[in-house]
């Protein structure tokens, strides 16, 4: 699975229906988590942030929907997660300095760390720290490095959404 440039050009022949449902399943539990935090933090930087990550997960699953029913390469759908997951984590992060007043820093490290809480978080982030590592040497059109990557995302969203319900 060496690493290939996706390109307007190109058109995945083995993706199918279920491959783009199960690239849905990360960005459900994203949403759900991303719910969860903004009740707890009130901020519409955070908020705003929230939703241009969300329109990008989802607007990748609908280029593989696409893809897969129509054998249609929209462009525009592949690529807009590299704008929009960005920019979406950028407001988050200054969310986080601008609505600081809102934070109680040490609360929130605790709940983190706390049992069970904390096994879910390591293993998100785990899963999490592969996905970078699969983004620079899988080769996006190929159906088993989707495959491998969806699944990493899918249970790293789950993790990380179940360590956020169970934050005492």
């Given at each position: 699975m060496s690493k290939q440039k996706m390109t307007k050009d190109i058109i995945p022949e083995d993706f199918t229906l279920f491959l783009a449902f199960v690239d849905a399943i990360p960005v459900i539990f994203f949403?759900?988590?991303?719910?969860?935090?903004?009740?707890?933090?009130?901020s519409f930087l955070?908020?705003?942030?929230?939703?241009?990550?969300?329109?990008?997960?989802?607007?990748?699953?609908?280029?593989?929907?696409i893809v897969v029913l129509y054998k249609k390469n929209i462009w525009f759908l592949f690529v807009q997660m590299r704008i929009l997951m960005p920019a979406g984590f950028i407001l988050m992060l200054l969310s986080l300095f601008i609505d600081y007043q809102k934070i109680n820093l040490n609360s929130i490290i605790q709940k983190i760390v706390s049992f069970p809480s904390c096994i879910f978080f390591l293993l998100g982030l785990a899963g999490m720290i592969l996905m970078f590592i699969f983004a620079k040497k899988l080769?996006?059109?190929?159906?088993?490095?989707?495959?491998?990557?969806?699944?990493?995302?899918?249970?790293s969203q789950i993790c990380i959404f179940i360590g956020i319900v169970l934050m005492k």
């Open positions: 949403g759900l988590s991303m719910i969860k935090i903004g009740m707890l933090f009130n955070f908020l705003a942030g929230a939703i241009l990550c969300f329109v990008g997960g989802a607007g990748k699953v609908l280029w593989k929907i080769d996006s059109s190929d159906v088993k490095a989707n495959w491998i990557e969806q699944l990493t995302n899918g249970i």
